[in-house]
């Protein structure tokens, strides 16, 4: 079955990461990040599996999980929207475009679309202060971006279909 | 290489964050082909290299040519070709390319001339932009480790912690405490191993300086770290920085292996018979591990939360032992301050605060980008003279210091001199340097807002005054905004701002309640309007704001219209045009776009 097979995947991919570092508990964010590095979230087998190896209970890497930003429980989209609400972004109304991502995309911030195409969510400072307001596409940066080039630029990733 | 008598140029392109979203690698990788395809046909030996933040973001890509003196700025991959017909081949300078004054109309070949930099003073970011971080000589033939050497052969412990001392060197970090003085203390405790940790968790919305040093000058903080641990007896280091930093967590560990192939890092330092090593730490995006023992508890693997500083790091820090945890931009000092003395960097800056600052100017400021200057200059010369002013010519309103836990200075207080002891008289701090510009399109209590949303967000939830307090004000300035503000608000906000900064476990609670605090003192109108005459001033609240087209400034021209993602605003050209108020989402496009201050706010 696929998703056996799938899961079988996460277990070693999770156990490559696991021989990357001694096994001390002070790694345990590093192991975390490789993972989501990998799959844009943690999955249960790799938390469940850490917690057999570093003998650290699964509620407190549970704790660590929910805890620090940079790591998710709930999978991802195909293409992640960071918009920018660092102070400088937010002052010149990066709250606009996300407002208008939202609407376009049918999702609040934290949510992803419901074909898994896109998931949108807002950053604190991505230290682009000069071209604010500024978002991010997985990599890609975009200045100064207005409202009405939101849609034009979601189309450089195949646009919305759940319209 | 056999044409080594032939004149060298070295062509420096910008590769700091701006930059590169500009494009500037392009330019760099443009150039580099048609260098190496000329070949030995330039009569001058060409080197090309990327280098850190040159602090002008505003006006990157940045491209500058020496030793001929010759800056670019706004560069285009379209410009590559004619950079390296004209200026390459010939040594010709394009003046279209120089950077231009908006008020004089004047060029400036040399970046060194034109306002923005002539006025700057470069200690902690006196390499980048000037170097490649990727290359190790580069930093050693700018005088990089010699500081380290002369620190290991010729000077004592105690002698080096002597020198900090008496530069006077304060926290680059927020809270100012004496740098020397805290490298003492650690150096008191007999109980070893100790630990030196760099602070790389840069978190205040609006900061980059750090972000821009360990980019573009990882060696400099690599230096101060080392030096340190031999001061102390140390011999382990960590380097904890923002995972969202990819560049800087790569620059860094580059510069920590190469560090260590040249025997600046590792065991036996420089035949020295010291020890000392660095470790990188990826932070995992929480605000509160910037805070110094939420940021130990992050290294140790745990939940990143603050305890309670009965004891001081200096004595119990990292994993219980004697530890000196200092900001990235404090590090990038210390080498200087071993090369030419203490009593020189005291000499700088002001009587108590000593030394230069960076600052990172953003927000509704021409000039955005990285400055660094001395200690006790001028608001007034910072944000006009440096800055360039406020842009579309609009009014200067307040400027934002001290990130989250930072407060808001009104105009009133515009000749204010910057230092760690003026900012926190005015309600305000100097947190990590970041200086958000506000002009009459923010609306101050959104800003209150703005902060308190992103504190209850980053709260850790261990204490309850910080955990409850920020929500429930939270809560209140959020009713407020959406035209639903009672009497009273003022006073129990205020109320609940008293309890949360006197109860609150670590410095997130206890200087949360700031941005509340000094927009309350010197914006109570703003507040009132907001509470009383149900308006947002600003024309930034969605539901207190009404905007339409007076027809006597109106020329018809139609930005507006074109900028209208809504399709709200109708109209011929050349005659008067009017905002559908079912249509408007209230974006502001209209009032920002319009040219003739037609568009208002009702």
Same mark, same amino acid.
């Given at each position: 079955m696929t998703v056996e097979k799938n899961s079988q995947r996460i277990l070693s991919y999770t156990r490559d990461v696991m021989a990357g570092y001694p096994r001390e508990q002070r790694f345990t964010l590093a192991m975390l990040q490789d993972i989501q590095k990998k799959y844009k979230y943690i999955p249960r087998e790799s938390l469940e599996q850490l917690s057999d190896h570093l003998g650290v209970p699964l509620s407190k890497l549970y704790s660590i999980a929910t805890f620090y930003k940079a790591l998710s429980l709930q999978p991802k989209g195909d293409h992640v929207i960071r918009v920018c609400d660092g102070t400088a972004c937010h002052i010149r109304s990066s709250m606009v475009i996300v407002d208008e991502l939202a609407k376009i995309l049918m999702i609040k911030p934290g949510e992803t679309t419901s074909d898994g195409k896109f998931s949108l969510e807002t950053v604190n400072c991505l230290g682009s202060c000069a071209m604010a307001p500024a978002m991010v596409i997985d990599e890609t940066y975009y200045g100064k971006v207005t409202p009405s080039r939101t849609r034009e630029i979601l189309n450089e990733y195949g646009g919305v279909d759940c319209e | 290489m056999s044409e080594s008598n032939r004149p060298k140029r070295t062509i420096l392109v910008c590769c700091g964050t701006g930059c590169l979203a500009n494009h500037s690698l392009k330019i760099y990788h443009k150039l580099k082909e048609l260098i190496t395809k000329a070949g030995v046909d330039v009569a001058v030996e060409t080197y090309i290299k990327t280098t850190g933040c040159n602090g002008l973001c505003e006006k990157g890509?940045?491209?500058?040519?020496?030793?001929?003196?010759? !800056?670019?700025?706004?560069?285009?991959?379209?410009?590559?070709?004619?950079?390296?017909?004209?200026?390459? %081949?010939?040594g010709e300078v394009i003046n279209r390319l120089l950077y231009l004054d908006s008020v004089t109309g004047k060029r400036f070949k040399s970046h060194k001339e034109n306002d923005f930099y002539k006025r700057q003073m470069k200690i902690a970011l006196r390499n980048i932009g000037e170097i490649d971080p990727a290359d190790i000589f580069d930093y050693i033939e700018r005088g990089g480790y010699e500081s380290l050497k002369k620190a290991l052969f010729t000077m004592t412990p105690e002698s080096i912690i002597e020198e900090v001392v008496k530069s006077g060197l304060r926290g680059r970090g927020g809270a100012g405490f004496p740098t020397g003085r805290k490298w003492k203390q650690c150096? &008191?405790?007999?109980?070893?191993?100790?630990?030196?940790?760099?602070?790389?968790?840069? $978190?205040? #919305? $609006? @900061?980059?300086?750090?972000? +821009?040093?360990?980019?573009?000058?990882p060696h400099s903080i690599i230096? $101060? *770290? !080392?030096?340190?641990?031999? @001061?102390?007896?140390?011999?382990? =280091?960590?380097?904890?920085?923002?995972?969202?930093?990819?560049?800087?967590?790569?620059? *860094? /560990?580059?510069?920590?292996?190469?560090?260590?192939?040249?025997?600046?890092?590792?065991?036996?330092?420089?035949?020295? =018979?010291?020890?000392?090593?660095?470790?990188?730490?990826?932070?995992? &995006? !929480?605000?509160?591990?910037?805070?110094?023992?939420?940021?130990? /508890?992050?290294?140790? $693997?745990?939940?990143?939360?603050?305890?309670?500083?009965?004891?001081?790091?200096?004595?119990?820090?990292?994993? =219980?032992? #004697?530890?000196?945890?200092?900001?990235?931009?404090?590090?990038?000092?210390?080498?200087?301050?071993?090369?030419?003395?203490?009593?020189?960097?005291?000499?700088?800056g002001a009587p108590k605060s000593t030394g230069t600052k960076v600052f990172s100017l953003v927000g509704k400021i021409r000039n955005t980008g990285l400055v660094e200057v001395?200690?006790?200059? !001028?608001?007034?010369?910072?944000?006009?003279?440096? =800055?360039?002013?406020?842009?579309?010519?609009?009014?200067?309103? @307040?400027?934002?210091?001290?990130?989250?836990?930072?407060?808001?200075? #009104?105009? +009133?207080? %515009?000749?204010?001199?910057?230092?760690?002891?003026?900012?926190?008289?005015?309600? /305000? *701090?100097? &947190? +990590?340097?970041?200086?958000?510009?506000?002009?009459?399109r923010t609306c101050m209590v959104d800003v209150a807002r703005y902060y308190l949303n992103f504190l209850a967000e980053e709260s850790c939830g261990k204490c309850l005054p910080c955990r409850e307090g920020i929500k429930r004000m939270l809560e209140i300035l959020n009713s407020i905004c959406a035209g639903k503000g009672l009497a009273g608000d003022i006073e129990l906000l205020q109320e609940i701002c008293a309890t949360v900064s006197e109860a609150s476990l670590c410095a997130l609670g206890k200087s949360a309640p700031n941005p509340v605090v000094t927009t309350i003192h010197y914006f109570e109108d703003e507040y009132l309007a907001h509470i009383r005459d149900k308006r947002c001033p600003a024309g930034v609240c969605k539901e207190l704001t009404t905007y339409y087209i007076d027809p006597e400034n109106c020329k018809g021209c139609g930005l507006c219209l074109k900028n209208c993602p809504a399709g709200a605003v109708s109209g011929q050209p050349k005659s008067w045009h009017s905002i559908d108020q079912k249509l408007c989402i209230k974006c502001g496009n209209c009032i920002d776009n319009c040219k003739f201050h037609a568009v208002k706010i009702r």
């Open positions: - | 890509p940045i491209v500058k040519i020496t030793p001929d003196d010759i !800056a670019y700025f706004k560069v285009k991959e379209s410009d590559v070709e004619e950079i390296f017909e004209k200026t390459i %081949l010939q150096a &008191g405790y007999n109980n070893y191993p100790k630990y030196v940790l760099c602070n790389g968790d840069e $978190g205040d #919305p $609006g @900061a980059f300086m750090d972000r +821009s040093i360990m980019e573009g000058d230096e $101060g *770290m !080392a030096i340190c641990a031999y @001061a102390l007896g140390s011999n382990t =280091g960590f380097a904890y920085i923002r995972d969202e930093y990819a560049l800087a967590v790569k620059n *860094m /560990s580059n510069a920590i292996n190469k560090a260590k192939e040249a025997k600046f890092l590792g065991e036996n330092i420089l035949g020295s =018979g010291f020890n000392f090593d660095i470790q990188i730490v990826r932070g995992g &995006g !929480a605000f509160v591990c910037g805070e110094s023992t939420a940021l130990m /508890s992050s290294i140790e $693997g745990k939940v990143g939360e603050p305890r309670a500083k009965y004891i001081r790091s200096v004595e119990k820090g990292l994993w =219980g032992q #004697p530890t000196v945890l200092n900001n990235v931009e404090t590090w990038a000092n210390i080498p200087v301050i071993i090369e030419k003395g203490g009593e020189w960097y005291s000499g700088i001395p200690m006790g200059i !001028a608001l007034r010369e910072l944000i006009f003279d440096i =800055g360039g002013g406020i842009t579309a010519g609009r009014k200067f309103k @307040a400027v934002q210091t001290g990130g989250p836990s930072g407060g808001c200075i #009104p105009e +009133s207080l %515009l000749d204010l001199n910057v230092d760690f002891d003026s900012l926190t008289k005015a309600g /305000s *701090m100097m &947190g +990590s340097g970041g200086m958000i510009v506000m002009d009459e």
